[in-house]
């Protein structure tokens, strides 16, 4: 199946830990993204990555970081979980960059609970 | 930055038509997309517009005025599967093409 696949689908874990969430996508796709959605459901942009190079780093702790060992795969790392943190973690990927977007193709989510 | 505003909830019966209005304010404007996010689920692509006017696809059509920075979703026909969230998100040539997202519209549909 060509799609976006994110792993794990579920997260729970307690504060102060460590974990991370991988994403991976067989579309050919050049740009990566992830986005966190919140309780209030918004969905809002944290990274982007074009080609395995960092685009977009919006206002997001230092505890996340991003890897994207090929232009298949963008993982994230948390370091330190916060209560805050919880919320469900979309990746998505896209064809076009540069000359716009013609649509994202997103993962089916990453729900963290912190407790 | 730029502001993306649509209404929290909306209500409309089955077999009704259903207009979602989206306003933006943007530099840079890229192109205006709407998803549709059922609860639990990802988002999934709905429609694209870059130059005014309609853009229909089945039962629903989108419309852009750059000029006025608005945009609509028009839902036909309703179904009780069309209740879910729809996003309005824009694409902007100022923060790398990524899309930013209103904080969406619930939609309930009943019978």
């Known amino acids: 199946d060509t799609a976006v696949s994110q792993t794990p689908k579920y997260l729970v874990t307690q504060m102060g830990n460590d974990k991370s969430i991988k994403c991976e996508q067989n579309l050919g796709h050049d740009t990566m993204y992830w986005y966190k959605q919140d309780s209030k459901k918004f969905l809002k942009i944290m990274f982007s990555?074009?080609?395995?190079?960092?685009?977009i780093n919006e206002t997001v702790p230092n505890r996340f970081s991003p890897k994207s060992p090929d232009k298949a795969h963008l993982n994230l790392h948390i370091n330190s979980l916060e209560l805050g943190d919880s919320a469900v973690y979309f990746c998505?990927?896209?064809?076009?960059f540069g000359r716009g977007t013609y649509g994202y193709t997103f993962g089916s989510g990453t729900r963290l609970t912190v407790v | 930055g730029q502001n993306i505003d649509q209404p929290t909830e909306m209500t409309a019966t089955e077999g009704a038509i259903v207009q979602i209005n989206c306003t933006y304010q943007?530099?840079?404007?890229?192109?205006l997309f709407w998803y549709q996010q059922h609860a639990g689920e990802a988002p999934t692509f709905l429609s694209y517009n870059v130059l005014d006017g309609l853009e229909e696809k089945g039962r629903f059509s989108s419309f852009l005025s750059r000029s006025k920075g608005y945009s609509y979703l028009l839902l036909k026909e309703l179904q009780m599967k069309d209740s879910a969230s729809y996003l309005c998100?824009?694409?902007?040539?100022?923060?790398?093409?990524?899309?930013?997202f209103g904080k969406g519209t619930s939609l309930l549909v009943t019978p």
């Open positions: 998505a990927s896209s064809q076009e």
């Open positions: 990555y074009n080609n395995k190079e960092l685009i």
């Open positions: 998100a824009v694409s902007n040539s100022n923060s790398g093409y990524a899309l930013n």
């Open positions: 943007t530099s840079g404007f890229n192109g």
